[in-house]
């Protein structure tokens, strides 16, 4: 037999035995704490749905025949709940790719029956910003703790200068030295998610005029368009709170109930199959666990 042909054979096996200790999945209980316990999660504290109208002028890099099509998408840059008010300031903008033709002198001059042109891409940024008012928490915020900052003395006596009666002191505080007591709270800022938008824009040609050569009715060109757009999205706004939650069972029949393997229904659980697979597993057969 060739050298080849063995190497082939080796590799054909070893792949094989790589495949099926691929497949051996062991599912493991995790560890569940039981009783009422207190986790950190993050807290809805409102979710509104906003708008903002835009109007703009969007100047084109060369002339444009027409557009094809407008593909839109929301960022949002900054979404802050301002603490301890109801305020919430926003800002973003709309990214906006414009896929339009423009006239191509190079491919072929224009007639009176035929133009020709070149698909090309334009991307802007459109900002935006707003501020609106939370008027109903769904959960109240916990507000933020105040940093304190106190000064305390110490009590000193001195001998008066000469001019003072000998049994005289001076009673006072001591100016070269500096006191305080100072405390930090490090408080959890709200944040915010962006769940959806919905943008209705009307985009309107502003300097059109026909093409320089012959060409046919109505076909011009343009470098500007003002955009109109109503902007309707979504935002959730959260903060990190802390939860009492009641964990009331940590049942390894139950976990399994959930995967769809329990066995109150008379099917095996993952114990039984674990056990036989190894049993059959040592006798060159599988059991149907498998």
């Known amino acids: 037999m060739s050298d080849s042909h063995n190497y082939k054979k080796d590799h054909e096996h070893k792949t094989k035995i790589h495949h099926v200790d691929s497949t051996a999945v062991h599912h493991q209980h995790p560890h569940v704490s039981i009783g009422k316990i207190i986790t950190k999660v993050p807290v809805v504290l ?8 835009l109007d703009t002028i969007i100047h084109f890099p060369e002339p444009v025949l027409e557009i094809k099509d407008i593909k839109k998408r929301l960022k949002l840059t900054q979404c802050r709940l301002l603490l301890p008010s109801n305020k919430l300031f926003i800002k973003g903008f709309v990214r906006k790719n414009i896929q339009y ?3 191509s002198l190079d491919i072929q001059e224009s007639t009176k029956s ?5 698909l090309h891409s334009f991307t802007t940024d459109i900002p935006f910003q707003l501020v609106t008012e939370v008027k109903k928490f769904i959960t109240k915020p916990v507000m933020p703790e105040i940093n304190k900052r106190r000064e305390f003395d110490f009590f000193v006596s001195k001998p008066l200068p000469s001019g003072f009666p000998e049994k005289d002191e001076l009673l006072t505080s001591d100016l070269s030295q500096f006191h ?19 943008i209705i824009e009307w985009d309107e040609a502003i300097d059109r005029m026909p093409l320089p ?8 060109y343009f470098t500007k368009i003002e955009e109109k757009m109503v902007v309707d999205f979504t935002v959730k706004v959260l903060q990190n709170q802390q939860l009492r939650v009641s964990s009331a069972t940590n049942d390894h029949d139950d976990y399994h109930g959930h995967d769809g393997h329990h066995g109150h229904d008379g099917h095996h659980g993952y114990d039984e199959c674990y056990d036989d697979h190894d049993h059959h597993k040592n006798h060159g057969e599988y059991d149907e666990c498998d």
């Open 46 to 53: 409102a979710e509104l749905t906003l708008q903002v109208n």
């Open 101 to 103: 033709a423009s006239p």
């Open 114 to 118: 035929t133009i020709a042109s070149d």
């Open 180 to 198: 305080q007591e100072s405390a930090q709270f490090y408080n959890e800022l709200p944040f915010c998610e962006l769940i959806s938008s919905k």
């Open 213 to 220: 050569n012959s060409a046919p009715i109505e076909e011009g």
